[in-house]
């Protein structure tokens, strides 16, 4: 006869006799346990007891009838939170934690833990041995299936834009597994090639590793997946194609990836770009030395297996509109035209002639063929990874002496270290804590440029330090092209006036 239910908290051996000992009384019995296994320490020991007698020979029988009992209903990996009630009347609320492999389903076989990458401390040895994260407790545990040890979000994940699943496939590289590192990269992003060359790896800065000796080189080991297991030799995974179509203007970084993921949902996809060839800033804002272009071109090739249609030289406002896009089909308009606009300087004499160029223009007349050569001085204006490649690029043109004008420090630059030091041993001149004050033309022609010393405050409230000028030195550059690398904008022109659309003052949609 049914006499109600008790609620057991712990699951060593007096927990697991007092919930047969209930059971048998009758009582419906929840016994809740924190680690995957009942058993508690008893498990541990061995042969401690007076009689001599081995403690698993003991408990074993013990666990296994608890196990089997109809009356107890386990909870492992569960804690209790509240308790709220009388006696008699308890209401238990009680969080139980995923085990990430299904108890119905699994065997026990222990296949998934000889092929588990990551090792943890065995705590049934007290620490002194390893086993994996995939673990069954004890191999008499009940129940006898295994489950996934996971803690806490790993920082280098938490540090990651696209939030990558980094400690996994830097786990299947260390086990040789390429193509499964992709896969797990390809998860979130379809470009693993791609960013494991021009990726900023800010992943590494919060690498745990760094309290031991340095970090995981994180971006290195992308690299070294991708190109172990090219994404072309990967499977398609099956798609059920919908009916509805969606345009995506824009073919960098931001069009690309989401036109990937709305094929993975069965969306039809058609993607425009203005340009000849896709690929937005990774083909004409990132210099070919830093991405090489087969690279890219097999990532991008690679989104037609997925069914996503990809139309060049087709520019948004004049040779179709969005309206007609809807027209045509367009259940949805994706936007990701980026940001080609280059900032100015704001400084005199900036537009009174020629030689000054932004460094967005100034890259993409580049890779466009149009500019193949240049010569004298360049100075370029700014300190983050467009300034480094547009100063590593002038070099590449002919450029005799190239410059970088800076109104930081060094340890305030945004470009990588190592970016930093390539471009210094290629033959860049870095000019620290400089501002420049005014654009110089004479006779119609670019004749330098002015500019003073700068020192920094304390840091400001964002934790930058602002740089402010220092009076009485000022001094002179030379220069016959200057390249202003300080930021870019979206240019919206292309949406017209008809849209009723919201715009930030920072020309953001």
Known sequence: MAKGSVLVVGGGIGGVQAALDLAESGFHVYLVESSPAIGGTMSQLDKTFPTNDCAMCILSPKVVECGRNLNIELLTNSEVLDIQGEPGDFKVEVAQHPRYIDLSSCTACGECAKVCPVDRPNEYDLGLSTRKATYKRYPQAIPSGYAIQKLDTAPCRMACPANLNVQAYVAMVKEGKYREAVQVIMRDLPFPGVLGRVCPHRCEESCRRKQVDEPI???????????????????????????????????????????????????????????????????????????????????????????????????????????????????????????????????????????????????????????????????????????????????????????????????????????????????VKIHFLAAPLRVVHEGGRLKGLECIRTRLTEPDSTGRRKPIPVEGSEFFMEADHIIPAIGQEPDLRFLGDGLQLDVSKWNLL
């Open 217 to 427: 080189s994180i971006r290195e080991i992308k690299r070294v997946a991708a190109d172990r297991a090219p994404v072309t030799e990967l499977p398609v995974p099956p798609i059920d194609l919908k009916e509805d179509r969606v345009a995506i203007v824009g073919s960098g970084p931001a069009g690309l990836t989401a036109a990937y993921f709305l094929a993975l949902e069965g969306y039809r996809i058609t993607v425009y770009e203005s340009m000849p060839e896709p690929g937005g800033m990774m083909r004409y804002g990132i210099p070919e030395h830093r991405l090489p272009r087969e690279v890219l071109d097999a990532e991008i090739g690679n989104l037609k297996r997925f069914g996503v249609e990809i139309q060049t030289n087709v520019r948004i406002g004049k040779d179709v509109t969005l309206k007609e896009l809807r027209e045509h089909g367009a259940k949805a308009v994706f936007l990701a035209t980026g940001a080609w606009k280059g900032l100015k300087l704001g400084i005199p004499g900036e537009k009174e002639g020629p030689g000054v160029q932004d460094v967005t223009s100034f890259l993409r007349e580049v890779h466009l063929g149009q500019l193949k050569k240049i010569q004298g001085k360049v100075v370029v204006i700014g300190g983050g990874h467009s300034a480094l490649d547009g100063a590593r690029t002038a070099l590449r043109l002919g450029a005799s002496e190239v410059s970088i004008l800076y109104r930081r420090s060094r340890v305030e630059m945004l470009a990588e270290p190592e970016e930093i030091e390539e471009a210094e041993a290629e033959g």
